[in-house]
């Protein structure tokens, strides 16, 4: 399945693909288009939107798209919901302090951003930050290391 978001990610926009491949949809592909063009290739193409203004998921409530993904597919791991808390402060500006580790999320997110790479190759890049954000987590609700 497609899920379609907005180009140019920063933190929801990474976060989200990480938790969709690793709890949603193991084979997503993932596409990134203008902003303006989100909701019309959803349309076209039988993509789920997500994290762009009118998005099937995206921010509703005081909670980021990663959180809504979790809400609505119930997942249930400590480790995955601890990771929310962490995205959320790093992705909605007025939370920033909802982790310590939040900012410094964001100091990552923002640096692959500034990067002169491709949307598609700075997901690549970026996924394993959250292969091992995930792994610390597990650590810090369970004080055990699982394998991804």
């Given at each position: 399945?497609q899920?379609v978001?907005?180009e140019?990610?920063?933190t929801?926009?990474?976060?989200?693909?990480?938790?969709?491949?690793k709890?949603?949809?193991?084979?997503?592909?993932?596409?990134?288009?203008?902003r303006?063009?989100?909701?019309?290739?959803?349309?076209?193409?039988?993509a789920?939107s997500?994290?762009?203004?009118?998005?099937?998921?995206?921010?509703?409530?005081?909670l980021?798209?990663?959180?809504?993904?979790?809400?609505?597919y119930?997942i249930?791991?400590?480790?995955?919901?601890?990771?929310?808390?962490?995205?959320?402060g790093?992705?909605?500006?007025?939370d920033?302090?909802?982790?310590?580790?939040?900012?410094?999320?964001?100091?990552?997110?923002?640096g692959?951003?500034?990067?002169?790479?491709?949307d598609?190759?700075?997901?690549?890049?970026e996924?394993?930050v959250?292969?091992?954000?995930?792994?610390?987590?597990?650590?810090?609700?369970?004080?055990?290391?699982?394998?991804?």
């Amino acid at each position: 399945m497609q899920w379609v978001t907005r180009e140019h990610p920063k933190t929801d926009r990474i976060a989200c693909p990480w938790l969709i491949r690793k709890y949603i949809d193991t084979e997503a592909q993932i596409v990134y288009a203008p902003r303006d063009e989100v909701l019309s290739y959803a349309d076209q193409n039988g993509a789920i939107s997500f994290d762009a203004p009118g998005a099937r998921y995206t921010h509703r409530d005081g909670l980021c798209t990663f959180e809504v993904l979790v809400e609505e597919y119930r997942i249930v791991d400590e480790a995955v919901r601890l990771m929310a808390r962490v995205v959320h402060g790093a992705d909605v500006a007025e939370d920033r302090d909802a982790t310590p580790q939040s900012p410094g999320l964001l100091a990552i997110a923002d640096g692959f951003a500034a990067l002169d790479i491709t949307d598609e190759e700075q997901l690549r890049l970026e996924l394993p930050v959250y292969d091992a954000l995930y792994a610390w987590c597990q650590e810090q609700v369970c004080g055990c290391l699982q394998s991804l």
